[in-house]
């Protein structure tokens, strides 16, 4: 197949980014900055008693590439802010509110949903240039082991799988939501909520509701035991309305000073719920085993979202990125399901993360093979405020897959972020 991604191209497009990134790589002089910053946005105290000001920049350049769609190569040049303000606590209560802005500093790619589009002609970017009220919530902690917190806020539930926020994308997901925490058992995390509206990441509302629970059990340090369930009725699409029901254990024991393993074993049921009109039920599962030694992590894993031919196993409010390939041609399960087997390396050198992941994505009915995935990623902290990354996915397609897996797919990220 013919790729329309041409390394000089990249170069020139991926400059400013790489000029921004070299900044970020004096430690030493930013450094110099961290303290006076840190007192200013706790208003000079540094036990916060006047509450703080949170601060996110973050700046990235995407490039998207799919081979033979008829779309030009995709160039988004992007800053994004959060700002936000902490009040302190009082009597248990406490108070966040945060604004959210993405500035489109180049406009060589296209939006497919919301508001602002872009260039129709060019690929898919998913971060509209947009502002919005990312976050506005109270929490009260007056009850014993317990936080109730209440409004537009950012909800991470385990490892993003089903409740995330989307955070790879400039405009995060958040929720209209109430979520109560109690660690009053030791060990055990009960974790309950209901969520009455979603602002999505094209800063559109999503009009749900879904009450959830997730409960989490440790045993030491040798497994973590998680039961959850969702009941999502989605009004605007009835055919995303699912109820599901799953249970994980995971760990990551140590077996001697240098050696830790790390397994995962999860099964989830999904069915039909509210307004749905299909009857189906579906499983997935996520096996996961693999051990560090002296800096290194290998790990292999197979997870299967399910599917009958019509209907398919979907996570539709996950940070489905971090899963199945950072190329995203699996953000909604095919209604063919998905088998997706991957090997996973992962070291730091120098203080600099690397990881490299492989993706072999075949489908559950019908005995489709859609392609292999190649991923990269390259990163490093400076302080607790300072990052660069660069990634990297490419999928592969196999000659006999069709639609929109019949593509080649190419896409490159280089960002540098400040987080106070």
Request: hydrophobic share 40%; aromatic share 14%.
């Amino acid at each position: 197949m013919q790729i329309k991604f041409t390394p000089h191209r990249l170069i020139l497009r991926a400059l400013p980014a790489a000029i921004l990134a070299s900044l970020c790589t004096q430690p030493v002089a930013a450094y110099e900055f961290d303290k006076p910053i840190e007192n200013a946005f706790k208003f000079g105290q540094d036990d916060a008693k006047y509450g703080q000001i949170k601060l996110n920049l973050l700046y990235r350049y995407e490039l998207a590439d799919v081979a033979n769609n008829g779309k030009e190569t995709a160039h988004a040049n992007t800053l994004r802010m959060r700002l936000g303000y902490l009040t302190p606590e009082f009597h248990g209560l406490q108070a966040f509110a945060e604004y959210e802005g993405n500035l489109a500093m180049q406009q060589d790619y296209f939006v497919p949903k919301g508001n602002w589009h872009g260039d129709a002609t060019r690929d898919v970017v998913a971060d509209p240039q947009q502002n919005e009220l990312n976050q506005l919530w109270i929490s009260y902690k007056g009850l014993p082991d317990t936080e109730i917190k209440g409004g537009r806020q950012r909800i991470k539930i385990d490892n993003d799988r089903f409740i995330g926020n989307v955070g790879w994308r400039q405009m995060e997901q958040t929720y209209d939501s109430v979520l109560v925490t109690n660690k009053s058992i030791e060990n055990l995390t009960l974790k309950a909520g209901y969520i009455g509206k979603v602002q999505n990441i094209f800063s559109v509302y999503d009009a749900i509701e879904m009450p959830f629970f997730n409960f989490n059990y440790k045993v030491q340090d040798l497994a973590s035991i998680t039961a959850y369930g969702l009941w999502l009725a989605d009004y605007q699409t009835p055919v995303k309305s699912t109820q599901t029901l799953g249970l994980a254990v995971t760990g990551s024991p140590k077996i001697t000073k240098d050696i830790k393993l790390h397994y995962r074993a999860e099964y989830s049921y999904q069915s039909g719920y509210s307004k749905n009109p299909g009857s189906f039920d579906l499983s997935r599962y996520h096996l996961m085993a693999g051990a560090s030694f002296m800096g290194l992590t290998l790990k292999a894993a197979v997870e299967e979202l399910g599917a009958n031919g019509t209907q398919a196993f979907q996570t539709p409010l996950g940070t489905n990125h971090a899963f199945q390939g950072w190329a995203d041609l699996f953000l909604s399960t095919p209604k063919d399901g998905v088998r997706d087997v991957q090997a996973i390396v992962a070291g730091k050198v120098i203080g600099t993360k690397l990881m490299f992941v492989y993706h072999n994505f075949q489908s559950v009915t019908n005995s489709l093979d859609y392609g292999n995935e190649y991923d990269f990623l390259i990163t490093k902290k400076f302080g607790k405020h300072y990052h660069i990354l660069a990634k990297y996915a490419y999928y592969d397609s196999d000659p006999s897959a069709s639609g929109k897996f019949a593509n080649d797919v190419h896409k490159f990220w280089l960002q540098a972020g400040v987080n106070f």
